[in-house]
């Protein structure tokens, strides 16, 4: 049995809107391992984007745990939270989210400043990833100034910048023409095959399917877990 | 980091070039008021710290009460009696007088009023009397003591047209109604009492002005050497009470040391600077508070950027210290061109009060410490206003952030 990474158990996440109350989870209980390619597939309002928070570190839940390589996290402080993101997730976002003020290179750099690497070393890490990303000749280059595409292989590269064990993807191709898609989809399986945990959350049921499990979320739970039958 | 920090807050900067120029407006307008104020105020004391040296001080004056070295009151008094008096008290080691009036001076026919001064024949008293008035021969020389007609003219009548001409060496004017020969310029020192008067003999004063022999307006003592100067004004205020018979709190005289000026001046000059200075805070603060408003407009706009930092691993103090940089670079940025454009404020003033007033007090005048610490101000004023800003942007969760259209 290979070594579970993020555990939640029976996680509640409850918002309150005015007088309303919104169970956007109720009782969520995952566990992923490491290595495994997961993908989160539900409709809109079924708790996708909030379930993303928590196994991002980007949240803490109302109730239950969450489970970082068994460490307990749902009551950590923001900056320990932060620290634990910045180490062990790397974020790729619908909306490819760089710096628009900084370089690719610059925008890779820059999650190893927040933990306290050297710049020289940062940099030469963000050149090798960002070659590896196949944008070599785009380094310096400005957010506006790169198609949607490559600023999300600036955003891949960006979230392999301190070699975290997780992916985590949000409708990566969600802004994407099909073969932007498809060339990012490619270089996330790739980081799969490589070793890495990548975790997919998306509503297209195509890209769903391409994982080793596939979790059906609807109403703040997961109602269906399918396997892939290789 | 600290690298990082710098690098995403001039860009930032950058980015929106016309906004950080307009904020910074506030912080240089106050800077260069701040630096162009200290700078000519410095500069002023400075230059009369040099004058009162100049006097030096081993010097006690005497001076009718009620006159701050301009013209005699109508009561008070001082004799030629006193200044021997006075002479003759321990510890003193000579003493002069000299008499000055308003006069007029005349050229061809235009009738013009100067401060006339009438300097002693006794060699050491007129030695003594122009050391302490600091009048410099620019150009020629003083005349012989007991020369009645010849005349030392300030140095206003020389460098602009007072009367029909400018004055020159040689030229015969007339003061009162007596004809004298121009032999001396002074230098200018500032002080219209000198550079707009005329310097003739004494003797040839009083009969010009039908004065008798014992009224004087002023009397200077040289202490000697070693002399405890609180102790021999001490001495003269009492020997001066008994010769003009009054109590002490009344006295009809007023005993003075240049060090006690000097204290007066300066005085004066700290109220002033503190004055200009509070003007200068306002307008500082209203620059803080813009500062201020652009942080907040800032991290709202950037609240996604922040959401994203966060989400890579930007722990609050991160991000706290990103905003601050920002804001305390803007304000350090505006302290440079504040700095620069004060400088060249106090230059011009000073350009203009020699070239146009001829006053050699105004100048500008840049210690370090001022250099220094008007930067050093700025950057506190920038990072002091971003503070606010900086601590909500640290404190967004990054959830919320990430989702801020």
């Given at each position: 049995m290979t070594q579970t990474v993020i555990s939640l158990k029976d996680v509640w996440k409850v918002y309150h809107m005015g007088d309303v109350r919104v169970n956007?989870?109720?009782?969520l209980n995952l566990d992923i391992h490491q290595g495994e390619f997961v993908s989160i597939v539900g409709p809109s309002g079924s708790g996708k984007s909030t379930s993303m928070n928590m196994i991002g570190c980007l949240d803490i839940p109302t109730k239950g745990h969450i489970f970082l390589y068994g460490k307990?996290?749902?009551?950590?402080h923001e900056s320990d939270l932060a620290q634990i993101r910045g180490r062990s997730i790397g974020f790729v976002f619908q909306k490819f989210?760089?710096?628009?003020?900084?370089?690719a290179l610059e925008n890779v750099t820059l999650p190893m400043m927040f933990q306290d690497i050297s710049r020289e070393d940062a940099e030469e890490r963000a050149r090798s990833l960002l070659t590896r990303v196949g944008l070599a000749d785009r380094m310096h280059h400005r957010p506006n100034e790169l198609s949607g595409g490559q600023q999300q292989r600036v955003s891949i590269a960006r979230a392999l910048a301190n070699d975290p064990a997780i992916i985590l993807a949000d409708?990566?191709?969600?802004?994407?023409?099909s073969a932007s898609g498809e060339l990012v989809m490619d270089l996330l399986k790739k980081l799969h095959d490589d070793g890495k945990t990548l975790i997919l959350v998306t509503h297209e049921a195509e890209l769903a399917d391409q994982a080793q499990r596939k979790c059906l979320l609807k109403d703040g739970k997961i109602v269906k877990i399918q396997k892939r039958r290789d | 980091m600290l690298g990082q920090s710098f690098l995403y807050a001039a860009r930032g900067l950058a980015h929106r070039k016309l906004r950080s120029w307009l904020t910074m407006l506030g912080i240089f307008i106050g800077i260069a008021a701040v630096v162009a104020l200290i700078s000519l105020s410095e500069g002023l004391k400075v230059a009369i710290d040099e004058q009162f040296s100049k006097i030096g001080a081993d010097k006690i004056f005497v001076l009718p009460k009620g006159t701050f070295g301009g013209f005699e009151s109508d009561a008070a008094r001082l004799t030629v009696s006193d200044k021997d008096r006075l002479a003759r008290?321990?510890?003193?080691?000579e003493a002069t007088t000299y008499v000055f009036k308003a006069g007029l001076i005349s050229l061809e026919d235009e009738n013009v009023p100067v401060y006339v001064t009438g300097i002693p024949e006794d060699a050491q008293e007129r030695a003594l009397s122009i050391e302490i008035g600091t009048w410099e021969i620019e150009s020629g020389k003083w005349f012989d003591g007991?020369?009645?007609?010849k005349v030392v003219i300030g140095n206003d009548f020389a460098r602009t047209e007072i009367l029909d001409d400018r004055l020159k060496l040689g030229d015969s004017v007339k003061v009162n109604d007596g004809t004298f020969e121009v032999v001396g310029i002074l230098t200018r020192i500032g002080d219209p009492s000198t550079d707009g008067g005329v310097f003739i003999d004494e003797d040839m004063m009083r009969d010009a002005f039908g004065?008798?022999?014992?009224?004087?307006?002023f009397i200077g003592v040289r202490l000697q050497r070693g002399a405890d100067i609180a102790v021999v004004q001490e001495r003269m205020e009492r020997e001066l009470r008994k010769a003009h018979d009054v109590d002490e709190g009344k006295e009809d005289f007023e005993v003075q040391s240049p060090e006690e000026l000097l204290a007066t001046f300066t005085a004066i000059f700290n109220i002033i600077q503190a004055v200009l200075i509070g003007i200068a805070a306002i307008s500082l603060l209203v620059g803080g508070i813009g500062i201020m408003n652009t942080m907040y407009t800032a991290v709202l706009e950037r609240t996604q950027e922040i959401g994203v930092m966060k989400a890579v691993g930007a722990r609050n103090r991160d991000i706290l210290s990103l905003f601050l940089f920002e804001s305390g670079l803007l304000g350090m940025a505006g302290g440079v061109v504040g700095i620069v454009l004060g400088m060249g404020l106090s230059k011009g003033v000073e350009l203009v009060a020699s070239q146009?007033?001829?006053?050699?007090?105004i100048r500008a005048f840049f210690p370090i410490y001022l250099i220094v610490g008007a930067l050093a101000f700025a950057f506190f004023v920038g990072v002091l206003s971003g503070v606010l800003p900086a601590y909500q942007a640290a404190r967004l969760q990054p959830v919320d952030a990430l989702r801020y259209e």
């Open positions: 956007a989870l109720q009782g307990d996290i749902a009551h950590l989210n760089l710096i628009s003020t900084l370089t409708e990566p191709t969600g802004n994407l023409d | 008290i321990p510890g003193v080691d007991g020369d009645g007609d004065l008798d022999d014992e009224e004087t307006n146009v007033f001829g006053s050699p007090l």
